[in-house]
């Protein structure tokens, strides 16, 4: 009994040695698992959405909050677990965190309502939260020199590639063929096994002594992003017919400039503020905050987005939307690995620079999407989009800890992190703000081509009520009225797809900016020497 005792003590569990290379591994590999799991939970849920809206009655007004509370949320309780790591131990936050997430996985499974499905993603966020930057930085405790670099390529590209691809497959799988709640079962189930492989192989680090958690800044901090979320995501909502004057909209302006001002002033007078701001004093780190930041709406947001738009304007089946989004994250391991070796022989710089490059062009590219894209369209820019994000996200980390002192690099690490996950929950939401804004100038448009008395148009509708014709059931209607309500359905789904492609568009311009931004920086620290403290 002592010796079992022994072999799982938490503080240095006894089952393998420390130095034993199999312990690291399979260390390694459970928190790989536990990633992989946090990123099926938002890959699955995306894909298999619109059954969870049929289901539980959600208007589409309010669809936009369900994944995007889930990424909020992720990126808000970074500052938190960076904090709590250092105070009480890494491995107590990893698995306090993992225990979080599963449990918002299994309650999420069994919401009734929408408000209880916010309410327990926003608890799987959290909980993945926590294990997010603590993953990171347990692994580098645990490897080191050649092995610790291999660790992180191996946790980079299999934890989140992994992830999308596992993560798409399983929710086209499950949207298709299986109920929407079991997949949220399967997260929680897969955790379970996780949670006994950290108690047994991950050992307890020490704890730093730490000032008072900063409230104050991160309740600000909450404010910002939860109004900022607010305001892109309702502020063209249909019930919000004043759109950027309304009430709403003056409400979110006030909080989330009262919010930075007074996180401001306080960041003056604190001892040990939440977020070092003066970091953002280096050139380096601000500038890759900026990129990780639209990289991530690449990442997460413009993933989302597809995925609705391929199920609502290409009708595409779920099975088929996990195959297609599973190649965004094939590209993505690939080119992730294929960035670890191009900084050994290109400038970090122009490899970052290459990354965004790739992501300009699949932006721009989806401009000329139409109804009768095929799925080798859309396939391509998934391929450029994934070797974008994979070949600019890990020289961006890097670029963004150039430089940067030891006793502020987990600081810097924590807000690049942070950039990236806001990123990603505000992309969704900015691109569906453009579409919204663009679909009636596109609609209005289709609108002023048609003329009812053009013959070659009543030819059209000739033929295509012919074709409706020969259904069987026409549900009480004339072939006439049936071929027209396709034809306005036609029209309805190439404005809304155009409206889309706008968003692209801008942000490819938007990419543009940074590539020049990117290579200015190359050119000016070209003769000075890359460090990076560790």
Same mark, same amino acid.
């Given at each position: ?5 022994e ?7 006894a ?9 690291k ?6 928190i ?6 946090i990123?099926?939970?938002?890959m699955a849920?995306?894909i ?20 995007n ?7 808000m309780?970074?500052p ?15 698995f ?6 599963s ?15 916010i309410?327990f993603r ?10 997010f ?8 405790r ?14 980079v ?10 993560g ?15 997949v949220h ?6 955790a379970?096994?996780?949670?006994f ?18 409230f ?7 404010i910002?992003?939860?109004?900022t979320l ?7 909502a ?6 950027f ?9 006030i ?28 050139? &380096?780190?601000?500038?890759?905050c900026?990129c990780?930041a ?16 391929m ?34 022989f290109i ?10 490059l ?15 894209s ?14 974008g ?7 961006l ?10 006793d ?8 690049a ?18 579409a ?33 014709g ?11 009225e049936?071929?027209k309500?396709?034809f306005?359905?036609?029209l ?10 706008d968003?692209?568009?801008?942000f ?18 070209k &003769? ?7």
């Amino acid at each position: 009994m002592q010796g079992i005792k022994e072999k799982l003590n938490w503080v240095q569990p006894a089952i393998l040695p420390k130095e034993s290379l199999l312990r690291k591994f399979i260390l390694l590999t459970s928190i790989i698992l536990v990633n992989i799991i946090i990123i099926v939970e938002l890959m699955a849920s995306s894909i298999s959405m619109s059954i969870t809206q049929g289901y539980l009655a959600i208007d589409d007004t309010k669809t936009v909050w369900i994944d995007n509370t889930f990424l909020l949320f992720l990126g808000m309780s970074v500052p938190v677990a960076i904090y709590t790591s250092r105070k009480y131990g890494y491995k107590i936050m990893f698995f306090l965190g993992l225990s979080i997430f599963s449990t918002g996985c299994i309650f999420t499974g069994l919401s009734t309502s929408f408000y209880e499905l916010i309410v327990f993603r926003a608890l799987a966020g959290i909980g993945g939260g926590l294990v997010f930057p603590v993953s990171l930085a347990v692994i580098k405790r645990a490897f080191e020199g050649s092995l610790q670099r291999m660790a992180l390529s191996i946790y980079v590209g299999v934890g989140f590639g992994g992830g999308f691809i596992i993560g798409a497959l399983l929710g086209g799988f499950y949207g298709q063929a299986l109920e929407w709640r079991e997949v949220h079962y399967l997260c929680f189930s897969l955790a379970i096994p996780s949670l006994f492989l950290i108690s047994a192989f991950m050992y307890e680090t020490q704890k730093y002594p730490t000032h008072k958690f900063d409230f104050l800044t991160f309740i600000c901090f909450a404010i910002f992003l939860v109004s900022t979320l607010t305001l892109l995501s309702q502020v063209k909502a249909p019930w919000n017919t004043e759109g950027f004057r309304s009430s709403l909209a003056w409400g979110c302006y006030i909080s989330m400039f009262l919010s930075q001002v007074v996180m401001l002033i306080w960041y003056r007078y604190s001892k040990a503020p939440l977020f070092e701001i003066s970091l953002f004093k280096n050139v &380096n780190f601000c500038v890759a905050c900026v990129c990780m930041a639209f990289v991530g709406v690449m990442f997460f947001g413009a993933t989302l987005v597809v995925v609705s738009l391929m199920e609502k304007v290409f009708g595409y089946e779920r099975l088929k939307i996990g195959y297609m989004i599973a190649i965004f994250g094939v590209s993505f391991v690939i080119s992730g690995a294929l960035s670890s070796a191009l900084v050994r022989f290109i400038n970090l710089y122009f490899v970052v620079a290459l990354g965004l490059l790739a992501l300009c062009v699949s932006s721009f590219l989806t401009h000329s999407l139409t109804l009768i894209s095929s799925p080798n369209d859309i396939a391509i820019l998934l391929i450029l989009r994934g070797c974008g994000v994979g070949l600019s996200l890990g020289p961006l980390t890097a670029m963004a800890l150039r430089n940067i002192p030891d006793d502020l690099t987990g600081q810097a690490a924590a807000l690049a992190t942070i950039f990236r996950q806001v990123g990603g929950a505000f992309g969704s939401s900015a691109i569906s703000l453009v579409a919204v804004v663009r679909n009636a100038f596109h609609t209005a448009r289709f609108g002023e081509q048609i003329n009812p008395y053009s013959p070659q148009l009543q030819n059209y509708f000739r033929k295509l009520a012919f074709e409706v014709g020969k259904g069987e059931s026409l549900e009480g209607l004339s072939s006439a009225e049936v071929s027209k309500s396709y034809f306005i359905e036609n029209l309805k789904g190439q404005s809304l797809l155009l409206s889309f492609n706008d968003a692209f568009y801008l942000f490819g311009w938007i990419f543009i900016a940074l590539i020049l931004l990117v290579v200015t920086m190359a050119l000016i620290n070209k &003769n000075k020497p890359f460090t990076l403290n560790k």
